[in-house]
């Protein structure tokens, strides 16, 4: 076990996978998140291990460095000196991953890797295991509607994913609900982060770099299911998302920085697999969805009858960790709303004071997003969205690539016209 440095001047040390800080100006990560990889109950992916171990280190940094504290309140300049089991390995694919983080986050990343950093303790063999076997793919399952959808449709075409989540407080409960309305019983790996500071400074909340940290679970879990079989193609890390919330194209001028989330673009999940690639890693990412709507999603369900018993269930809401109610009235909110009209189903959600998106309208303190969207649908059909739509990020250079995934924005745009429309709002 290594010391960790005293704390200085710009210098957080960080104890990983400690289930608290050792000592005051220091701060912990992973406790919880090494437990989980013990359940699993098998010798785990060494690669995979030290992705995790990056992971950690990232979102820790993420937390722990308040963005308020960078030059232009947003983009911070983070050096992170990373102790992995195996640093010549990961060393050519820090640059690729460098690159991806700064797409996510809008910081500077600087990261050093170093060696004898944390090993994987034996897998338990006792308790509560989360049995691998008969599995033969790993599926993200944030309890949201797209990967309930995942969920199903994986489950129809004769899969067994085996389910990645993030155990947020509230958040577990409702995932663990809906898995049980699957037809077919599934495995779930669950873990939380858990960082605690003992700095006496604030901590920052926006947690961008979080799916970084999802897909590195799923790809432990991936590269480990692999190690199980004989041999095959690489296992499927699936990341359902429908097409306009994974590319997020902004809805006004001043949401292309800091209120637009990159975190299933395309462009970081292509460079997410240029890591895992350069590195050996058997897991290839999926979005089945990417060129889908979310009402899409909701009408060509292959389970029809599991997904009118969960669907109500699901959690769309960007405020939901806040109070645990779907707000009703933020982007995320108003786009499923909006796939539940165009596919011509009853939406029982419990929304909370936004059920009523007209007297949204009325209070300048709740409307903000309701504007943008309002806004967006308006101008929708006036404007060039092979221009609109890259402005969240790159596009692929293939152009019928390109062309379909403005095409499923523009869709999905037009979904939200028409619900808002049915509401004369436009």
Known sequence: MHLLPPPSNGLIPVLMYGARPPSRG??????????AVRRLGAPVSRAGFDLLTIAMAVTAADTF??????????????????????????????????????????????????PDGPRQLPAQKRGQITVMAGHDCVSLFSGGMDSGIGALD???????????????????EKQISIRNHLPVNVSRFAAVAHPISWLGTQTDVQM???SFNFLAYGTLVGATLAQLRVAGPPVELFVPENGLIALNPPMTRRRIGALSTRTTHPHFLRLFQQVLDTV??????VNPYSLKTKGEM???????????????????????????VQCGKCVPCIIRRASFHAAGMH?????GRGLDLSSVMNDI???????????????????????WVPQAGPLPSERQARDDLVAVATRGMNEVRTYLASLSLL
């Open 65 to 114: 460095v308040d963005k308020a504290e960078a030059d232009d309140g947003w983009a911070r300049v983070l050096r992170l000196s990373i102790p992995i089991a195996d640093p010549d390995l990961w060393k050519p694919a820090v640059p690729i991953l460098q690159r991806a983080l700064h797409f996510l986050s809008g910081d500077i990343w600087d990261i050093t890797l170093m």
């Open 26 to 35: 220091t701060c912990s990560i992973g406790g919880p998140v090494r437990d």
């Open 208 to 210: 961008r770099t979080r």
């Open 280 to 285: 050996g890693l058997p897991v290839k990412v």
């Open 154 to 172: 994986l489950l129809a075409k004769g899969h067994r994913p085996l389910l990645i989540s993030h155990s947020y407080r509230g958040d577990s």
């Open 298 to 324: 909701l009408t060509e369900c292959l389970d029809q009858d599991s997904l009118n018993k969960l669907v109500s269930e699901t959690v769309s809401c960007g405020k939901w960790k806040r109070t645990h």
């Open 347 to 351: 939406d029982a959600t419990p929304y």
């Open 365 to 387: 303190k709740a409307r903000d997003d309701l504007m943008a969207m309002i806004l967006a649908s308006r101008r929708l059909p006036h404007i060039d969205a092979s221009r």
